[in-house]
């Protein structure tokens, strides 16, 4: 589903921020991708939203080489990716129904088509009721939960969320968590970076560790990659 090919990401007069990453993820795979403020994290997502290009290195997604992607082809490889924030990025003059919504309207989807797929949506993350409220009035993670199901509305095939947890108390972070292993479940491939290092341990997923741009082991040690051997 993703595959990194020692790809590598140089930002001008910083260096390298990605080096040499290499890894791959399969279909349905949930993983987590940690590493300390400035490793890398938030970079290596915006690559596989196509937010930002490789210096060197390949990228493929869903078997497309990213790297080859024309401008006008980036929108509908987006719609392979579900994006979910730290801080939510909610439109807040708009119902939770409408920032929902938006994914689909942008795709042109039809009236019925909207309606249906938003109100399952909304249903799957328990904010059905709510589909008339404001983000203002709704407590942290239930904007979070707002944000998911914007992220899923679109059926795509991999959710990347970045510090999703990270504004929450330690139950309501538990509590998404589970929330991103009932997708992983039904074969939504998800990769999540996070500083949570206390909620990651307690959950059975395979963690991706970056120390200045490079995949390490638990010992901080170059991590080997075998795409054969897993």
Do not use: W
């Not at 994914?103 to 059905?128: C, F, M, Q, T, W």
């Not at 709704?138 to 095939?157: D, F, H, T």
């Not at 290092?197 to 390490?216: N, P, T, W, Y």
């Amino acid at each position: 589903m993703l595959k990194f090919d020692n790809v590598s990401m140089r930002y001008p007069g910083a260096g390298d921020v990605l080096r040499n990453v290499s890894f791959h993820l399969e279909r349905g795979e949930m993983a987590f991708l940690t590493g300390h403020s400035g490793a890398g994290k938030s970079t290596l997502l915006k690559l596989i939203a196509l937010i930002e290009r490789c210096s060197r290195g390949q990228v493929f997604l869903d078997g497309k080489n990213l790297n080859l992607a024309t401008d006008r082809q980036v929108p509908y490889m987006r719609r392979k990716v579900g994006l979910i924030f730290q801080d939510y990025k909610l439109l807040q003059d708009r119902t939770v129904f409408d920032n929902v919504a938006l994914p689909l309207v942008i795709a042109g989807y039809g009236h019925n088509e909207v309606s249906r797929r938003v109100r399952a949506a909304l249903d799957k993350v328990g904010l059905l009721t709510k589909e008339k409220k404001y983000p203002a009035v709704l407590s942290g993670g239930e904007q979070q939960r707002v944000g998911i199901a914007r992220a899923v509305v679109n059926k795509p095939p991999m959710i990347l969320a970045d510090e999703p947890t990270g504004n929450l108390d330690p139950e309501l972070s538990a509590e998404i968590m589970h929330l991103f292993e009932q997708f992983q479940q039904v074969g939504v491939t998800i990769l999540i970076a996070s500083h949570d290092i206390s909620l990651i341990a307690q959950m059975d997923h395979r963690i991706l560790k970056l120390d200045h741009g490079q995949l390490v082991d638990e010992f901080g040690e170059l991590a080997e990659v075998n795409d054969e051997a897993r």
